[in-house]
Nanobody
Framework: QVQLAESGGGLVQAGGSLRLSCGAS????????MGWFRQAPGKEREFVAA????????DYADSVKDRFTISRNNSKATGYLEMNNLKPEDTAVYYC?????????????????WGQGTQVTVSS
């Protein structure tokens, strides 16, 4: 229903920061909850963070809490993931996703639209 495209990935040193963006088109972005997931080679895709349609309710995985900040600007139809104090274990392809509802926010199957992913590599 909504098309997504991530940008902002790259190579950074441990302790550095990156800001990922997720641009949306198609259906009204404000009607969807937005999630961020990541997947390292040979590993399962895992939940990182989610934000509801209004931006007033947020959830983080324990592994990124206090380091990452999720936000959205519905007027610009764009979601963001600010990543600080990056660690080598954060290295992965990061995906944004959109879905209706909130209770399934940590589950891949609860999202109906996905971006193509953007690579984040953190060196030691």
């Amino acid at each position: 229903q909504v098309q997504l495209a991530e940008s902002g990935g790259g190579l950074v040193q441990a302790g550095g920061s990156l800001r990922l963006s997720c641009g949306a088109s198609g259906r009204t972005f404000a009607n969807y909850a937005m999630g961020w997931f990541r997947q390292a080679p040979g590993k399962e895709r895992e939940f990182v963070a989610a934000i509801n349609w209004s931006g007033r309710t947020i959830d983080y995985a324990d592994s990124v809490k206090d380091r990452f900040t999720i936000s959205r600007n519905n007027s610009k139809a764009t979601g963001y993931l600010e990543m600080n104090n990056l660690k080598p274990e954060d290295t992965a392809v990061y995906y944004c996703a959109a879905g209706r509802g909130w209770t399934g926010r940590t589950s891949i199957g609860s999202y109906e639209s996905w971006g193509q992913g953007t690579q984040v590599t953190v060196s030691s």
